[in-house]
């Protein structure tokens, strides 16, 4: 997905899905990373 519409469509009412997705990635990416802080 290019950055200019995924910018146009968060600029515009996003959807309920594309924010469950995007809520998801982020809390993916933070289990990661306090994941990879702990280990170290």
């Not at 290019?2 to 959807?15: C, G, I, V």
């Not at 469950?20 to 990879?36: C, E, H, N, P, R």
């Amino acid at each position: 997905m290019p950055w200019k519409t995924f910018k146009s469509s968060f600029l515009q009412r996003p959807n309920r899905q594309e924010v469950m997705i995007i809520l998801v990635i982020l809390a993916v990416a933070a289990l990661v990373i306090g994941f990879y802080v702990l280990r170290s």
